[in-house]
């Protein structure tokens, strides 16, 4: 089984931890594939950067079924073009905030969010109302650290997601989702640290993909995520019309 | 006062259209631009072409706050990128199934939606929950006349969009909403045949943009909505992240 | 286009400055006439006195109907009497509560609300559930200063409405609707001070009203907001029945 | 005990139907007061005439404080001035709609309701979401008699409602609710036809108010249902600022 | 009219307190017998202990069936066992937490609920949102005390459980419900030392049975809730295929 | 990694069935104990059912936790006594309700479930709001076939299951889910025979288990699911306190 995990930014430092991340949990015959776009921003912390984001990630979906992916994991916790990579792929497409909502809510009555910046507090809150989990969702906290600083010692993003982790579990949360791709490396620590459950939303993501391809499940396709028409493009995107665009290459952190 | 009008795919025709239908509505004194991107699909049917379709757009209201302009309208009912130019413009940026929804929230209890294809109607479900409508929204129906379709006589468009109609109000709503930009022209023929109020999303959008220009509120700029930070974009979307793309021209339908 | 703005209770100073702001953001050609009952309480603050304002709104719409009016605004923020209104009225009816509510929900994610005394919220929240709002509200704060105190400068309402106005955006908003027909002319103000956007429900209700007018769109009057059948009326109200009471006058604010 | 079921009709003979059903469930020691307000509508079936009732169903309200009752019922579906009411009496005060949606809740999982008009069918789902039923409520159907007719054998009411709570049962509900005081004499003769429980509100109201008179429970009064301050009233409600009226009699149902 | 309230767990001695509790506001001619199972936990505290006290709960309303019962109450806060009692008696079944909940919706707008310890307060959440109360509910606290320490004077609970129900009233709630049958004889004190409304469960559960039956209303039984079939049942629970097991005995504080 | 999969009836050859389904969708390494109580219903189609099987589940939990099992499934899909399992297990506990949801819930927007008897669709429905996936499931059909029936060629059960299947993706759902345990072997042929993803909840609740504790996830244990105490237990039940009862045996099926 081969499981390509899309990191939509283009930072092949952060594609390679996400990569580490997925194989870590893959089950024994699990091919992990961790690739990015060759276009888009560095970094995902806005609405703005996250549209922009989306079509070199769903270059790299198309790029997926031309090698005969099974399915595909979204690793940012926007989960940004979620709903467009499920009508291009045969097999199932999870996003990480889906993922880790999912694992969480299997742990207990509620959980809470540990996300980076209190600007993308709000398209979390958006996707738990989207998958249901809305009523399950104690509060969503940040700790106020961006992307491309959590792995910066100088930081100081691991003290801070302890803190505010230990902060969601006091107000009564049964476990807690890490809000961002790249605090994938910090989970078990967290975990040990506040004694209560920590989920990282690409390791959930992999799990859960790996599952649906066992049970022989993909997206439904006879509705709403049927492949899309093939239908002229313009400028910039003209390529886009015949999917994969040609002579595209896997990015940088493949 | 300017408001811009961004039909968010390239058809300058339906551009055209939507300009005709937004300059009707706009009071004196307010100046009306339609325009359409250079770059994506040319109409939106899928949630692919809908991921597509932004970076343009997304050009569109950098231009567009380039050139001083009050407000803009998103003119497509899956509101696309409606988040992402929130945070570019520094008025009020208001999409079409958003206003659609709020005008006929306005003229009774409960109101329905007729859109084109029925792939579409998820998305608007989900804008309505977003929104806060979905309680009152009775039923989204569809029409299954494709977007560039609509405006052709063989396709039968306004016979089948006046039957739908006319079914939403037998259904227990007091108004309804027509869920395509297309359909802009169609919705006076419609109210009449059907003796019931058809709110069509472009004129509301218009006039509620003007609204608030004129009582001089813009999206708050302190939280989720600031404007994003400079960063870095690569390969085909580079020069976004200097917002707007240098030598970028307005539109064909402009 | 001739909007007639209804304070529905009997201070005709407030119904002055009621008028004054809704004057100032009406479009050019726009009449804007400020009402107010010749029977009922001296001001609402508590549903007995909402519930006792009713018939003297009533009798407004019904001299409205009369005089050709194409709009109403109901200037309380219970939004008193607006489906009796709708009933009523042939053109559209708005209530500032939800004036206030739809343009503030167009500037953002989500809102809050600075009222006057604590037991209104009760009302503030069951009419943001009734619209569809309630998911949008972050929270719902009062400055415990009665309405006909709120220009008397000893009560200090000015200071403590931007107090808990800035602790509505610092608790997470993007936007905050004054509660009170009576705050209307701090809106601009407080919006300085605590540099968000703050709507003034009298404001939005009459450009909202003014754009439905625009757009050519009323209530829908086939079902629930039929105009009501004629009907024997007793005692104090016997004249309700004719709608309106023959010899009504228009009120002192007019 | 005594117990005040306001019509807030003014009907004679329907209050005296109200006042049959009510005291056939009242328990041994309790005296059940049936009384209709001197001023207001014959029957309610709208938005207005509901409102018009009010005034006079707070006056009923005053004057049982006045003879120290210590429990009201507002016997009309639509629970017209409920919270006014709560705010003027020391004791309970219960709608009919609010008791045969509690009742309803406690005889299985689910519920529907059969009332009269379609019109007013958009209040009892209104009623429903406020008191919280509303995922209860299969749903609300109309048999399209007025009120004034169900008690005429021409109008065929009675075949009519059991046609419709036939149709609530089949449709999944466990129990029917009947949506107008003027049903309360179908109600045994419509559960024993259609083999299921069927609820009169008026019958509900009752052992529910007394029931908490039993509980020594009353209303809140600490915060929005406080006793509303003494308040300058104008014009024909002039007298209503002393609550209740000098020299308003009980109406003639009584 | 015979009421049976029966406690889930084995202890006598609560048994007996709740047993004075309903018998306080039972009716004239009302019979209240208290029982409670021969087989289960000494108290409830948990999703364990509730799960193994419903066997023993529906031996009871078995026996009581045979006894010619017209209405039962389930007399632990965790209404545990609600739908299979419903299934198995002719009459209406009240959960106290049910009961609860419904006295305290109608003594204002919102209230809130006071508990044993802080890990039963998921079980109280997921009840509320059962009976479609949880949008009125403002919080659950605890009061950490066990329940069989409740009237243990050196628990301290009176004064903890007054202390939690002022902060209940604080927090904006019109009234309290206590979350314990242990907590019965606590209600009236309580509710003199906050001056608000507190709701007992045992108490409310008991009128509201009582009414039921005054009413004629039991469980819908053509559905959900119809008696299940008699189907083997092996091993420690053999004889419950009988329904009720042969040579049981009412429990200890009868 | 051992996972035991609890039928919680003690019909032996279902539970052979259910370790088919499961071992099938097992990873490699992953060992799969199929097993049912020893005491309890032969088949579960009632509330009363369900709560009588409760027990013996709980006591092949707690001897799961003697024998070092590392995730535990639920295989019934009323999900009896999940949250008491968690209380008992140190590592997962699913239901396969829940995780036919799950799983469906990441095949598109929307889902429907088929299920047996008409009058566990409360029960359903009931636990489709528990876990959030209320908004997402589109309807809940009935075969009316008993479980006990459903792999007898006579009761025409498959035909029955295709047909209803069918209904629901016609009814605009993505994918359904099978709502028995007793229908997991029917589920790829169903699944061909109408073209869209049919989930067997037996198949996701095995593969989900083993997600999780590839994940080092387990139930969170600082709170509603931390350990019970050690209680009295009286009766038939008395061996419960010490979980597991002594002497007790895996059920036949293992």
């Known amino acids: 089984m081969r499981i ?28 992990v594939e961790a690739v990015n776009p060759t276009m888009g921003p ?3 912390e806005s609405h703005y950067e996250e549209a922009l984001a989306v079509p070199g990630l769903l270059e790299q979906i198309a790029l997926g079924e031309q090698d005969g992916v099974d ?43 540990v996300t980076t910046l209190a600007r993308t507090t709000g398209r979390a809150h958006e996707l738990a109302e ?40 006091a107000g009564g949360a049964d476990a807690v989702v890490l809000g961002c791709a790249g605090m994938a490396d910090f989970c078990a620590e967290v975990s040990r640290a506040i004694g209560a459950p920590v989920v990282d939303g690409v390791a ?3 799990v859960l993909a790996e ?30 019309e015949r999917r994969p665009v040609a002579g595209a290459t896997v990015g940088a952190g493949a």
């Open 4 to 31: 390509r995990v899309v990191n939509p930014n283009t930072t092949a430092s952060m594609t390679r931890s996400i990569g580490v991340a997925a194989t870590a949990v893959a089950g024994p015959g699990t091919v």
């Open 42 to 44: 560095a970094s995902i």
């Open 71 to 113: 399915a595909y994991v979204v690793a940012c916790f926007g989960d940004p073009g979620l709903d467009a990579a499920r009508e291009l792929a045969a097999g199932p497409v999870i996003g990480i905030a889906e993922a880790g909502f999912h694992a969480a809510a299997m742990l207990g009555r509620r959980f809470g969010v």
């Open 130 to 169: 989207r998958y249901g989990f809305a009523p399950l969702v104690t509060e969503i906290r940040a700790c106020e650290v961006a992307v491309l600083e959590l792995d910066d010692p100088a930081s100081g993003a691991r003290a801070l997601v302890i803190e505010e982790c230990r902060a969601v579990i």
């Open 204 to 206: 959930a993501a992999t």
């Open 211 to 240: 599952s649906l391809v066992r049970l022989g499940l993909a997206t439904g396709k006879h509705g709403e995520y049927a492949t899309p028409p093939t239908k002229a493009m313009s400028g910039l995107l003209a390529g886009f």
